[in-house]
């Protein structure tokens, strides 16, 4: 496994406060395999916004949303992504998103600085608010824009994981997904909204689960009530947050601690076959990760026993993984690498498992 420079002292699974631009250059160059930034938004509003009803809309005029116009935003644009950019691996990539105010100042700076721009994605809101004055159309999505470090690097992109997620259809750029509200929605003693622009976990579950392995850090540079981090730790990935405010730090830091790691069988995804070198069953016994004599276990309960050369004996047949779980359940064909199962701490564990340990080691992945 290849540890990057400096990632011994990385603040894992931390909330660091103050601003993200000296957060950043303080931590080491090359650290973070992902950036997940949802900067503020620029959104100049006038004055207060209200319904038809005159209740007051709960929009974002919050004093971190304040720049002294176009030029003061780009200048603070510039300099977060050039420290976002020396703390990303070579292989690591962006995610930016924002809405029609910001995301094309996002996109130039992005390209000004190197970074090369795979995609930009409409995730269009299910549910958004509604337009209360008529006078526009009503804002029914935001953009995010996933980039690589530079023109030609390698990125991560799990495009298995997302094909299954969309149950077999090929994942487009169009994500359709509702804005966080009911329980997801955090709220403050008053029953108020937590903060304005808290995303939805579902939005940071697809980013994560294309663009990130286990094991990996996902820095967000604008934490706020943590979802970053809050989905990072359920799947199993480490991340740093960085958040000015004080007082969304103290609702992120409660929100993680309620946050459950999910199993790690759970987090395997579909990988891509053109993408991940083959491994011989027998390797898994060479190594001792299986052993000769040890019983494999069928989803039904039938069972074979591992041979030292790789095969598998069964009731009345020797073979491979494969050859011997068609055979017993009487089928043409069998994926012998999710067919059988492996016992450990009383639980049964498919040994795709273990292949997946070996590649991850061949990729250079903690596992
Ligand atoms: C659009 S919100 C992010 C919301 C977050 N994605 C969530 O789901 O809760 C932007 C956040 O960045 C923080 N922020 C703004 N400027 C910052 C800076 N220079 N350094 C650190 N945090 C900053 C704000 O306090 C705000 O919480």
Known sequence: MTKAK??????????????????????????????????????????????????????VNDHWDQFDGFAAYDRFTRDWLAAARRVLKPHGAIWVIGSYHNIFRLGAELQNQGYWLLNDVV??????????????????????????RSEGAKYTFNYEALKSLNEGVQMRSDWVLPICTGHERLKDDNGDKAHPTQKPESLLHRVLVATT?????????????????????MLGRDFIGIER????????????????????????????KRAEPRVPFGQLVERGMLR????????RGKTAKVRADGTLVGDAMTGSIHQVGAALEGAPSCNGWTYWHFRREGKMVPIDFLRQQIRAEMNGRPH
């Open 292 to 299: 000769p004599g040890e019983v494999l276990v069928s989803p």
């Open 245 to 272: 405010e004080e007082s969304y730090r103290k609702v992120a830091e409660a929100r993680l601690a309620r946050v459950r790691k999910y199993d790690r069988e759970a987090l395997m995804v579909s990988a891509s």
């Open 6 to 59: 400096g990632a011994d002292t990385l603040p894992l699974n931390r909330i660091l406060p103050g601003d993200c631009i000296e957060v950043m250059n303080g931590l080491p160059e090359a650290s973070v395999d992902l950036i997940f930034a949802d900067p503020p938004y620029n959104l100049q509003l006038r004055g207060e916004l209200h319904r038809p009803d005159n209740s007051k809309v709960d929009a």
């Open 213 to 233: 392995n286990p094991g990996d850090v996902v820095l967000d540079p604008f934490f706020g009530t943590g979802t970053t981090g809050a989905v990072a730790k």
């Open 123 to 148: 995730w269009r809101k299910s549910n958004p608010m509604p337009n209360f004055k008529g006078k526009r159309l009503t804002n029914a999505h935001e953009t995010l824009i996933w980039a690589s």
